[in-house]
């Protein structure tokens, strides 16, 4: 049965890793929409993981990092690139922020069980 979800909302970012939405071994998620809003007055970077929950998120030429995108100051943007996504069995979309406090996170889309 799937099931229209508000996966993540209300949440900061900050500067430690965070898992955002995570799987059980027994349900999927589908990323259907997510934005991000910069209260800051300084463009500030944020770093997306999609991967195992098992997995420890890296970063460099040999990490594991989905993408790295700025946020404008003061602004907003839907994140494109996270729409269409899904969450298999046991995975986690993960993110952390340069800036601690500042980078609010809203994610709905779909949890199927």
Known sequence: MATL???K????????????VSTTSSEKKFIGNMTLTNTSTSNVEVTFWRIATSSTET??????SLFTMTIPANDW???QKMSGHVLGHSMKLSA?????????????????T
């Not at 952390?96 to 199927?112: C, H, R």
């Open 5 to 7: 979800d508000d996966l």
């Open 9 to 20: 909302s209300e949440t900061q970012l900050t500067t430690s890793v965070q898992a955002l």
């Open 59 to 64: 970063t460099g030429s040999s990490g594991n």
């Open 77 to 79: 943007v839907k994140v």
């Open 96 to 112: 952390v922020a340069a800036t601690t406090g500042v980078i609010n996170v809203d994610i709905s889309g779909t949890t199927e």
